[in-house]
């Protein structure tokens, strides 16, 4: 089966390039997704929930193998100076994010959050914390903060089994996709011994820095990093001031560390020292030695902000907006097209808990063509933005 054409949305103030498919999707039909992180689990239980049936795979023994592993992550508001698209878009998340721990009864692993400021303009300008934020009765408030009752830390991997237990969802683990194909209408994942693994009418790619390998000119780079767990006792909300400290498991989990550009996942004592360095600020550790490590790579885009939409048709890009960088009007420009059918979600970055559901809740409405989704935030998150950045400094080159 095709996917459904309807008539381009095209808005006056569209953006050339960054508008929605001209194509959707049926409930009927059946999605490949790739990688069971975050990511992967948010998208499947979202199209899952709307009737649609899913095959993930992932190259890994289990679910949340990657980035998504790491044993708890923080969960918070955005702390902005001016309102902008970035702001609604992750405070909305946070929102959502709340709605689904509580409908989801998953275990909360440390309730409350501390977020150390800069100034008072930034109490002033930063629109959620001003509306939410209260006073903690605590006597250990740190200085400078603001205090979010709602915010806090879980371990990701409860979230992702909760999600991708679905009757629609059917997960295949040990499985690494090597090559994605079309024919007739059809999306299809191959194995390393070329044996097709699935076919279906529309393929997600969720599977992080494993997209670069899939397909060409992607915006995604790795950023690695790490966690520490320290004894220590002590109880209360995470503290965040450039890093975090999760009070949880007897102790303080301290990270996270950041390495642009790394892809090896291994420990380093350099971070160890850094993150006993950030958790003597504020804890009396039991010992010096962390009780555990983790490490893991962040998906990371440019602007920080996830990729979530239709995959943009390399050809018809490179020629159709050849000229763009001459200052025409952007109506001059014909509509921008896709590889139909294949869609993006990644580049989470360092905040995949926070966002993964709200960006699989966008993603669902570009697929299936509704508009519930605001065209900004859909423009904010649009796979070929990028692309379009590069087209109007002329700094693209085709590989194709
Ligand atoms: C040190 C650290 C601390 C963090 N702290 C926080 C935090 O406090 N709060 C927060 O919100 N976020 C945090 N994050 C970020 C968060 O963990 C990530 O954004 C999120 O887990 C990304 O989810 P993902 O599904 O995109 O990627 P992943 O979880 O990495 O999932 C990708 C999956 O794809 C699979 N895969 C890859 N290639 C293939 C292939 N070819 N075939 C099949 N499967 C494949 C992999 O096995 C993997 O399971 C942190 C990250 C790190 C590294």
Redesign the pocket.
């Known amino acids: 089966m095709s996917p459904t054409t309807t008539p381009l949305r095209i808005d006056p103030h569209r953006s050339v390039g960054l508008e929605a498919p001209s194509y959707t999707f049926k409930q009927s039909d059946h999605a490949l997704i790739?990688?069971?992180?975050?990511?992967?689990?948010a998208i499947a239980k979202t199209l899952a929930d709307k009737g649609m049936r899913c095959t993930v795979?992932?190259?890994?023994s289990g679910?949340?193998?990657?980035?998504?592993?790491?044993p708890?992550?923080?969960?918070k508001p955005y702390v902005s100076l001016h309102p902008s698209t970035e702001q609604r878009f992750i405070n909305t998340c946070f929102e959502r994010l709340l709605e689904t721990l509580a409908n989801e009864r998953i275990a909360i692993q440390t309730r409350g959050l501390y977020q150390t400021i800069r100034s008072d303009t930034d109490i002033r300008q930063s629109l959620y914390w001003q509306r939410h934020s209260t006073a903690d009765n605590n006597t250990h408030t740190p200085p400078h903060s603001l205090f979010s009752p709602d915010a806090g830390?879980i371990r990701?991997a409860e979230l992702c089994k909760r999600w991708i237990k679905h009757r629609n969802i059917h997960c295949r683990t040990n499985?690494?996709?090597?090559s994605i194909n079309k024919t007739d209408g059809l999306w299809s994942v191959k194995g390393n011994d070329q044996q097709t693994l699935g076919t279906g009418q529309l393929l997600v790619l969720?599977?992080?820095?494993?997209?670069n390998?899939?397909l060409p000119d992607q915006p995604f780079f790795s950023?690695?990093?790490?966690?520490n767990h320290f004894s220590c006792s002590t109880s209360g909300p995470v503290i965040c001031n450039r890093g975090?400290l999760v009070p949880a498991n007897n102790g303080v989990w301290s990270?996270?560390?950041f390495h642009r550009g790394e892809t090896t996942e291994i420990l380093r004592s350099a971070d160890t020292e850094k993150n006993l360095q950030r958790c003597l600020q504020y804890f009396p550790v039991a010992s010096n030695q962390p009780v555990s490590a983790?490490?893991?790579?962040?998906?990371t885009t440019p602007d920080h902000m996830p990729v979530a939409g239709a995959v943009p048709d390399l050809n018809h890009y490179a020629t159709a907006y050849r000229e763009l960088h001459h200052g025409r009007r952007q109506q001059d420009f014909p509509a921008g097209q896709y590889e139909a059918g294949l869609y993006v979600?990644?580049?989470?970055?360092?905040?995949?808990?926070?966002?993964?559901l709200y960006t699989a809740e966008c993603l669902a409405d570009i697929i299936f063509g509704g508009q519930v989704i605001g065209e900004s935030i859909k423009q904010a998150i649009h796979p070929a933005r990028f692309l379009m950045r590069r087209l109007k400094k002329r700094s693209y080159t085709p590989a194709i």
């Open positions: 790739i990688g069971a992180g975050l990511a992967g689990c795979f992932d190259a890994s679910i949340a193998a990657g980035a998504s592993s790491v708890t992550a923080i969960f830390a990701p499985v690494a996709i090597n969720a599977n992080a820095m494993g997209i390998k899939l950023v690695a990093g790490q966690i975090y990270g996270a560390t983790w490490c893991g790579i962040r998906c979600m990644a580049g989470l970055g360092s905040r995949g808990l926070v966002q993964a």
